[in-house]
């Protein structure tokens, strides 16, 4: 399953399916990006970052790919589990902008059994 | 490791009242971020700390709201003459001197409504 964003902030997707969330950023001088799991009740949990200098950084099951020239992020979650459902976020951080972090508005990823 | 903690987790004040929000960075970290988040949206900046100095305070309202960070003791989020609009979650997040701080590690949060 695929998301937009902002036009489609809930993501559905079978567990065992892969899912792809992405993000759409404003600024072209941001240097670093973040992507965040928040569940319920809870708070951010740091899932992997990237900086502007790569275009691809892989971790556990997830992978980042930034695409600078359209300003766009995308998170990829391989095997998307029950226990992956939450709110999504991407962060920017940009130069200038000292080390304060922009969010973007969330994507709610579901995965149904 | 402890992760950041914030206290209370829980906060219900009236209106014209004071709300203390509560931060303790990890351990080694000596950067402090506040952000607050409405329901179902983001989370927006608010300030930035290091100990017993504002970094950045862009974010924060101009009246009403401070923050701080002591050389002794947690980072403190102070909201006084409270009003229905500050109800929100708080979240507090640190970062290490290394790597520029800029990978942030947040707490919980204070979810705070005011009645």
């Known amino acids: 399953g695929e998301s937009v964003g902002l036009h489609l902030p809930t993501l559905s997707v079978q567990e065992g399916d892969n899912s792809i969330i992405n993000c759409a950023y404003s600024?072209?001088?941001?240097?670093?990006f973040i992507w965040y799991k928040q569940e319920s009740g809870k708070g951010p949990q740091f899932i992997i970052d990237?900086?502007?200098?790569?275009d691809k950084r892989q971790g556990q099951r997830v992978t980042v790919l930034l695409n600078k020239t359209v300003k766009h992020l995308s998170l990829q979650i391989a095997a998307t589990q029950p226990g992956d459902s939450a709110v999504y976020f991407c962060?920017?951080?940009?130069?200038?902008?000292?080390?304060?972090?922009?969010f973007g508005t969330g994507t709610q990823l579901k995965v149904e059994l | 490791n402890a992760g950041v903690m914030q206290n209370p987790r829980h906060l219900v004040r009236r209106r014209g009242q004071e709300a203390r929000l509560r931060c303790s960075p990890m351990?080694?970290?000596?950067?402090v971020y506040w952000y607050r988040q409405l329901p179902e949206e983001g989370l927006k900046f608010m300030v930035y700390?290091?100990?017993?100095?504002?970094?950045?305070e862009s974010g924060m309202p101009k009246e009403r709201f401070s923050a701080e960070f002591p050389k002794e003791g947690p980072s403190i989020l102070r909201i006084q003459q409270v009003v229905r609009g500050d109800s929100a979650a708080y979240f507090c997040?640190?970062?290490?001197?290394?790597?520029?701080?800029?990978?942030?590690?947040f707490g919980p949060g204070t979810r705070l409504l005011v009645l």
């Open positions: 600024n072209s001088a941001s240097d670093y």
């Open positions: 997040a640190s970062s290490p001197q290394k790597n520029r701080g800029e990978t942030q590690y």
């Open positions: 962060a920017e951080k940009f130069t200038g902008g000292g080390n304060k972090l922009t």
């Open positions: 351990k080694g970290h000596s950067h």
């Open positions: 700390l290091q100990k017993e100095n504002i970094i950045d």
């Open positions: 990237i900086r502007s200098n790569m």
